[in-house]
Each structure stands twice: as structure tokens, then as C-alpha cells.
């Protein structure tokens, strides 16, 4: 049976860091959180304006972080995201990190 994705926007949004986040779901003890940053240039030279955290969890709170990894997007990567979500698919649908 497929793990429930659930919405935790409101409780990272708690967080001094993440007040601006626009999504954050938590799927088991797997947490991806979606949001604006000041424009930043990524390796490949793209300014990525969106960055797309990922927290593995000790135990079913999204506060109790035992590690943390992120991704930064682009505004097009971001549309491209945005177009799936409109179509009911989860940030983990849309990531597939898994």
C-alpha cells in the first residue's frame, strides 16, 4: 500500500526560515518543502529562484530533522513543476527523489 502524502505547509511555515514556503508535504518520514529564495546563481550558470527542500525525519514530526538536502530551481524548472501540480500530482510525483 502507497504511503499517504500529507500537506505540513502550516507547520513549516511555523519555522523562522521557512515563513514564505508555498508547499510542504510529508510522505513517512520524508519531507519535501517548496519555496522562494532571492535570486541566486546555480552551477550551470541558471539563477535559480525556487528552492525545493528535502528532510529525512527521526520520527513523524517535520521539526525532527536528521538530515537536509536541497535543490534550486529555475523559474522555467518552477512552471514546469507549477503544470504538473495543476494536474493533482504531489511534490514527490513531480521530484520523484525516490
Known sequence: MPETIID???????EIVSSS???????G????ILKPIEPRKRFDK????????YRWLSRE??????GSDYILLT???MQETQKQMDTGKTLFDC???F
Not at 541558471?46 to 527542500?53: D, N, P, S, W, Y
Not at 514530526?61 to 536528521?66: F, G, L, N, P
Open 8 to 14: 505540513v505547509t502550516e507547520e513549516v511555515k511555523t
Open 21 to 27: 514556503t508555498i508547499l510542504a508535504q510529508r510522505k
Open 29 to 32: 518520514l520524508n519531507v519535501l
Open 46 to 53: 541558471k539563477t535559480a529562484h525556487f528552492l525545493l527542500e
Open 61 to 66: 514530526d517535520v521539526h525532527c530533522v536528521q
Open 75 to 77: 523559474k522555467k524548472e
Open 95 to 97: 521530484f520523484n527523489l
